[in-house]
């Protein structure tokens, strides 16, 4: 350990550095701290002119940011706020403990919320706001593994019921449970937002902080003092997302934003900087990006001997000490302490010389003094200006004792003996009996108890109750059709593609009379890729402050026009960050009573292959709105090559639950899927929301065939585009495409017709994923009631009287058509882009995956000699005539 007083010159340094330091006190009493902060400023300016290296530092000392003696005064009663805290930190405890002991394994944590206890009851007793009348209540970010404690404040404000407590992690139990974490979908009337998986609470937070500014800007909602508070771990701050959207939050200015990172300086596994500071670490990265940061340290028991410490010997020592060894006072007996962390220095020796060692164990660290927590989210909500972060130091596993406090298993521990229940207990003074302590049993006072009577005046006067999702907005008009008619009819020979038709649906959205302020185009600089620039000039790109430049373009009628009512979120290269935008509008019905229709539109293969546990945080949140994969298709995106050719994100989607996924070929389906989507999710309030895919490949979009079932079956995925020229010919077949591979299926049915004598009818598979959902939700129930005529699955009677082979060809996996494979009369031969992509053209490229009409004409003449219709002498011309290498490459794995 390296001794303060090293230097040789110590006296004579210490002389001038207190030379120095009156003079600064001189001036910053004299003349005020923007007087000394210009000093300051102008030194290190001279200083740095002189050439020399001078190290940069964005930290301040290891102490609290807010001294002692700027402190306001307490509001509240902090003796009844800490038996108050002390009855949810037990019952917080008793949950997990209970569950355990019930279904052994079934997990819980308990030393995550008791090290952040104080945070969040100084945040429930003063500063979380509920909703009321005519205030929607802050906008909180729960840390994900603190749940147990959220349930325990519900429990004691008389929310949650024993048995819903008795069920936690037992959510199919009767009488209902709790889910592990906060799960939106689960518990729709309690969580507003999964935080568990981590990193995306933190994310989301600061896009929702800025979707509030967007909201007000754009005269949606009427302007509030609504903070976001986002809770977080400082594990969780190694995640990319955590801190990859800082910069938006500071250069928004988003003052609306509160993010309280609890610094115990562990994670799961062991320290999260053994070796290093994460606190000043957090703080360096922070400030660099523009934050205001609040550290809060050391307790107010360390106040008297910081008051000691005129020399700044001490702030300088707990800079020194690295985490892994602060972790190891927490642990360790005061004694310890005293020897190790004073015993550097005599004169550190000194400031502590009249603390007993039990005294020096005691100190208690800034996270877990309500005075200095409540200090710093005082200062925090009145900042303006920039968004807060609040870094506080706690212990991990706070009063768990030997059995859990600051040990690097802390983490996992999900039980506790009897003693060291008993521990527990006499540290927090809960009223139970020995026989009781035996179950860990429940424990809540009276409701006229002086502690619940306080605990419902003080939510009375915040509003009500935290976490509440409330639902609902008032419901969008359902009739579109007027918007979406002009694209049931075809192009005739005009060519175009399903993202120039969706860009031009979009615009006529945005310029309708009712919805059109609803709309929320978001885009991560893709809008040029899209054809959509015709929007910036339209809409507007969303700023805050407007446009304070005069764009190059101005000259021009599309240039590049930033607004204050701007409609798009024009996100940069983020589809995190956009994704997160897509989450606020989506669920804007729930947190903002406003229903925003977000239409987010990115590079299909950054989707749900990149982001994909957003879009699970989406579904989770009961998000509703239109995801749009654009340049789609494995083969239909010419010369990018393999990391952008998308043949993966239709099976994808697969995986979510309330994703309704299409593959849309033409305009009049993909404005049918529109339209249904918003009819069930903004005229019916239905929590789902949809991937579409759309092509940049331009080709002639056909009229919508008359007849009844195609809009419904567009909707269920499958309809019949096109009946075969010849339906009595002797031999037949059904071919099946979706996307940009349909007209290549088109194609096959006339070469089929005219060269080889083969009927077939063609088939749009809109989504083979609806199909399948569909199919088994009939398989299941025939299981279920087996003496009631079965259903049948929609695709089953699809093609119930549809003769010859069937074949599917798509621009994605072939397990993709495959899903329908065993409701068919016969087996599927599926054609499709298993494998990396390629850098060429579009032609190429699906020869080499074997997707073109060459391919469909000849897996159709194989199936048809596969059934004994046709002699496989007629395949093998076939492959001749239609220069196909039989010993080509296997695309699927080269
Ligand atoms: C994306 C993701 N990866 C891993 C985990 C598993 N996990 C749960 S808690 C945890 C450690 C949390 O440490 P920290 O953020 O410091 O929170 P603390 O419990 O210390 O407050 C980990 C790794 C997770 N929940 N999410
Ligand atoms: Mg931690």
């Given at each position: 350990m390296r001794n303060p007083a090293y230097s040789q010159d110590a006296d004579l340094e210490a002389i001038e550095t207190r030379e120095w330091l009156d003079s600064l006190d001189y001036v910053l009493h004299s003349r005020g701290p923007a007087r000394a902060a210009e000093l300051l400023r102008q030194l290190d300016a001279h200083a740095r002119a002189t050439g020399q290296p001078l190290p940069f530092s964005s930290n301040t000392p290891y102490i609290n940011t807010i001294p002692a003696d700027q402190q306001p005064r307490y509001p509240g009663n902090q003796k009844l706020e800490r038996r108050i805290k002390s009855l949810v930190r037990w019952n917080a405890l008793s949950m997990v403990v209970q569950a355990n002991k019930k279904s052994d394994g079934i997990g819980g944590h308990i030393s995550t919320y008791a090290s952040a206890a104080t945070l969040y009851e100084v945040g429930y007793n003063h500063?979380?706001?509920?909703?009321?009348?005519?205030?929607?209540?802050?906008?909180?970010?729960?840390?994900?593994?603190?749940?147990?404690?959220?349930?325990?404040?519900?429990?004691?404000?008389?929310?949650?019921?024993?048995?819903?407590?008795?069920?936690?992690?037992?959510?199919?139990?009767?009488?209902?449970?709790?889910?592990?974490?906060?799960?939106?979908?689960?518990?729709?009337?309690?969580?507003?937002?999964?935080?568990?998986?981590?990193?995306?609470?933190?994310?989301?937070?600061?896009?929702?902080?800025?979707?509030?500014?967007?909201?007000?800007?754009?005269?949606?909602?009427?302007?509030?003092?609504?903070?976001?508070?986002?809770?977080?771990?400082?594990?969780?701050?190694?995640?990319?997302?955590?801190?990859?959207?800082?910069?938006?939050?500071?250069?928004?200015?988003?003052?609306?934003?509160?993010?309280?990172?609890?610094?115990?300086?562990?994670?799961?596994?062991?320290?999260?900087?053994?070796?290093?500071?994460?606190?000043?670490?957090?703080?360096?990265?922070?400030?660099?990006a523009g934050w205001n940061v609040i550290k809060v340290i050391?307790?107010?028991?360390?106040?008297?001997?910081?008051?000691?410490?005129?020399?700044?010997?001490?702030?300088?020592?707990?800079?020194?000490?690295?985490?892994?060894?602060?972790?190891?006072?927490?642990?360790?007996?005061?004694?310890?302490?005293?020897?190790?962390?004073?015993?550097?220095?005599?004169?550190?020796?000194?400031?502590?010389?009249?603390?007993?060692?039990?005294?020096?164990?005691?100190?208690?660290?800034?996270?877990?003094?309500?005075?200095?927590?409540?200090?710093?989210?005082?200062?925090?909500?009145?900042?303006?200006?920039?968004?807060?972060?609040?870094?506080?130091?706690?212990?991990?596993?706070?009063?768990?004792?030997?059995?859990?406090?600051?040990?690097?298993?802390?983490?996992?521990?999900?039980?506790?003996?009897?003693?060291?229940?008993?521990?527990?207990?006499?540290?927090?003074?809960?009223?139970?009996?020995?026989?009781?302590?035996?179950?860990?049993?429940?424990?809540?006072?009276?409701?006229?108890?002086?502690?619940?009577?306080?605990?419902?005046?003080?939510?009375?006067?915040?509003?009500?109750h935290v976490p509440a999702r409330a639902a609902g907005a008032p419901a969008v008009r359902a009739n579109l059709e007027p918007i979406f008619e002009e694209f049931y009819k075809g192009t005739d020979d005009r060519k175009v593609s399903t993202t120039m038709v969706f860009v031009k649906m979009l615009a006529k959205l945005l310029r309708d009379r009712d919805i059109g302020r609803q709309i929320v185009p978001i885009v991560p600089d893709e809008a040029r890729t899209f054809g959509m620039e015709a929007l910036f000039r339209q809409v507007g790109i969303y700023s805050h402050v407007g446009q304070l430049y005069e764009p190059v373009d101005m000259d021009t009628l599309l240039y590049y026009k930033e607004a204050k009512d701007g409609q798009i979120l024009e996100e940069g290269i983020t589809e995190a960050g956009s994704m997160s935008s897509f989450i606020a509008a989506g669920t804007a019905y729930a947190t903002h009573g406003v229903n925003t229709i977000p239409f987010f539109i990115y590079y299909s293969m950054f989707g749900f292959q990149r982001i994909g546990d957003l879009i699970w945080a989406a579904g989770d949140s009961r998000c509703r709105g239109f995801l749009l994969g654009g340049t789609a298709g494995r083969t239909t995106l010419a010369g990018e090559?393999?990391?952008?050719?998308?043949?993966?994100?239709?099976?994808?989607?697969?995986?979510?639950?309330?994703?309704?996924?299409?593959?849309p070929a033409f305009a009049y389906e993909l404005a049918v899927i529109i339209q249904e989507g918003i009819r069930r999710m903004y005229g019916d309030g239905e929590s789902l929301f949809y991937y579409l895919t759309v092509m940049n490949e331009a080709y002639e979009m056909a009229a919508m065939p008359d007849g009844a079932g195609?809009?419904?079956?567009?909707?269920?995925?499958?309809?019949?585009?096109?009946?075969?020229?010849?339906?009595?010919?002797?031999?037949?077949?059904?071919?099946?495409?979706?996307?940009?591979?349909?007209?290549?299926?088109?194609?096959?049915?006339?070469?089929?017709?005219?060269?080889?004598?083969?009927?077939?009818?063609?088939?749009?598979?809109?989504?083979?994923?609806e199909l399948y959902r569909d199919g088994h939700a009939a398989e299941r129930w025939n299981m279920l009631h087996p003496d009631e005529t079965p259903r049948v699955p929609y695709v089953t009677r699809c093609f119930a009287d549809a003769p010859g082979p069937i074949v599917a060809a798509s621009d994605y996996l072939k397990t993709l058509p495959d899903l329908i494979d065993r409701w068919l009369p016969r087996p599927l031969v599926s054609l499709g882009t298993d494998g990396f992509g390629r850098s060429e053209s579009r032609a190429s490229l699906r020869n080499h995956f074997e997707v073109d009409s060459r391919f469909v004409t000849l897996a159709t003449l194989a199936a048809l000699a596969r059934d004994g219709q046709i002699d496989a002498k007629v395949v093998q011309k076939a492959i001749g005539d239609l220069e196909i290498d039989p010993e080509k490459v296997n695309p699927a794995i080269a």
């Amino acid at each position: 350990m390296r001794n303060p007083a090293y230097s040789q010159d110590a006296d004579l340094e210490a002389i001038e550095t207190r030379e120095w330091l009156d003079s600064l006190d001189y001036v910053l009493h004299s003349r005020g701290p923007a007087r000394a902060a210009e000093l300051l400023r102008q030194l290190d300016a001279h200083a740095r002119a002189t050439g020399q290296p001078l190290p940069f530092s964005s930290n301040t000392p290891y102490i609290n940011t807010i001294p002692a003696d700027q402190q306001p005064r307490y509001p509240g009663n902090q003796k009844l706020e800490r038996r108050i805290k002390s009855l949810v930190r037990w019952n917080a405890l008793s949950m997990v403990v209970q569950a355990n002991k019930k279904s052994d394994g079934i997990g819980g944590h308990i030393s995550t919320y008791a090290s952040a206890a104080t945070l969040y009851e100084v945040g429930y007793n003063h500063f979380f706001r509920g909703r009321t009348g005519d205030f929607d209540g802050d906008i909180i970010f729960f840390q994900g593994h603190a749940a147990p404690g959220m349930y325990s404040r519900a429990f004691i404000e008389g929310r949650l019921t024993r048995e819903q407590l008795g069920n936690f992690r037992r959510e199919l139990a009767a009488g209902g449970g709790l889910s592990s974490y906060p799960h939106p979908w689960l518990m729709p009337d309690f969580w507003q937002f999964p935080t568990v998986s981590m990193g995306l609470g933190p994310i989301m937070s600061i896009y929702q902080a800025r979707f509030m500014r967007y909201l007000e800007d754009r005269g949606l909602k009427p302007t509030s003092d609504r903070k976001v508070w986002a809770f977080l771990g400082d594990g969780e701050t190694d995640e990319p997302e955590t801190l990859g959207a800082i910069t938006l939050a500071s250069r928004e200015k988003l003052d609306n934003l509160i993010v309280v990172i609890n610094c115990n300086l562990q994670r799961l596994d062991g320290p999260v900087r053994g070796n290093g500071q994460i606190i000043q670490e957090l703080e360096a990265i922070f400030r660099g990006a523009g934050w205001n940061v609040i550290k809060v340290i050391w307790g107010s028991d360390w106040d008297p001997i910081f008051a000691r410490d005129t020399e700044g010997l001490l702030a300088r020592r707990l800079g020194e000490i690295v985490d892994g060894q602060y972790q190891k006072y927490a642990v360790e007996s005061g004694a310890y302490m005293r020897q190790h962390l004073f015993g550097v220095d005599p004169r550190l020796l000194d400031m502590v010389r009249d603390l007993s060692d039990d005294d020096l164990k005691r100190l208690r660290l800034g996270g877990h003094d309500p005075l200095k927590v409540y200090t710093a989210y005082k200062a925090a909500t009145a900042h303006r200006g920039q968004p807060t972060v609040i870094l506080a130091r706690t212990i991990k596993g706070y009063g768990l004792g030997e059995s859990g406090e600051g040990k690097n298993i802390t983490h996992q521990q999900k039980k506790l003996n009897e003693d060291e229940l008993r521990a527990f207990r006499a540290r927090f003074e809960i009223d139970l009996s020995d026989e009781e302590l035996a179950t860990s049993p429940f424990y809540r006072p009276s409701d006229d108890s002086p502690e619940l009577r306080y605990v419902a005046d003080r939510r009375r006067a915040l509003g009500g109750h935290v976490p509440a999702r409330a639902a609902g907005a008032p419901a969008v008009r359902a009739n579109l059709e007027p918007i979406f008619e002009e694209f049931y009819k075809g192009t005739d020979d005009r060519k175009v593609s399903t993202t120039m038709v969706f860009v031009k649906m979009l615009a006529k959205l945005l310029r309708d009379r009712d919805i059109g302020r609803q709309i929320v185009p978001i885009v991560p600089d893709e809008a040029r890729t899209f054809g959509m620039e015709a929007l910036f000039r339209q809409v507007g790109i969303y700023s805050h402050v407007g446009q304070l430049y005069e764009p190059v373009d101005m000259d021009t009628l599309l240039y590049y026009k930033e607004a204050k009512d701007g409609q798009i979120l024009e996100e940069g290269i983020t589809e995190a960050g956009s994704m997160s935008s897509f989450i606020a509008a989506g669920t804007a019905y729930a947190t903002h009573g406003v229903n925003t229709i977000p239409f987010f539109i990115y590079y299909s293969m950054f989707g749900f292959q990149r982001i994909g546990d957003l879009i699970w945080a989406a579904g989770d949140s009961r998000c509703r709105g239109f995801l749009l994969g654009g340049t789609a298709g494995r083969t239909t995106l010419a010369g990018e090559g393999l990391q952008h050719q998308d043949g993966n994100s239709q099976v994808m989607a697969l995986c979510y639950p309330n994703v309704l996924s299409y593959d849309p070929a033409f305009a009049y389906e993909l404005a049918v899927i529109i339209q249904e989507g918003i009819r069930r999710m903004y005229g019916d309030g239905e929590s789902l929301f949809y991937y579409l895919t759309v092509m940049n490949e331009a080709y002639e979009m056909a009229a919508m065939p008359d007849g009844a079932g195609v809009r419904e079956g567009i909707v269920k995925g499958l309809y019949r585009f096109r009946v075969a020229g010849n339906t009595k010919g002797k031999l037949r077949a059904q071919l099946i495409g979706s996307g940009a591979i349909l007209p290549e299926v088109i194609k096959a049915q006339g070469i089929l017709a005219e060269r080889y004598g083969v009927h077939a009818d063609v088939w749009s598979a809109t989504s083979y994923g609806e199909l399948y959902r569909d199919g088994h939700a009939a398989e299941r129930w025939n299981m279920l009631h087996p003496d009631e005529t079965p259903r049948v699955p929609y695709v089953t009677r699809c093609f119930a009287d549809a003769p010859g082979p069937i074949v599917a060809a798509s621009d994605y996996l072939k397990t993709l058509p495959d899903l329908i494979d065993r409701w068919l009369p016969r087996p599927l031969v599926s054609l499709g882009t298993d494998g990396f992509g390629r850098s060429e053209s579009r032609a190429s490229l699906r020869n080499h995956f074997e997707v073109d009409s060459r391919f469909v004409t000849l897996a159709t003449l194989a199936a048809l000699a596969r059934d004994g219709q046709i002699d496989a002498k007629v395949v093998q011309k076939a492959i001749g005539d239609l220069e196909i290498d039989p010993e080509k490459v296997n695309p699927a794995i080269a």
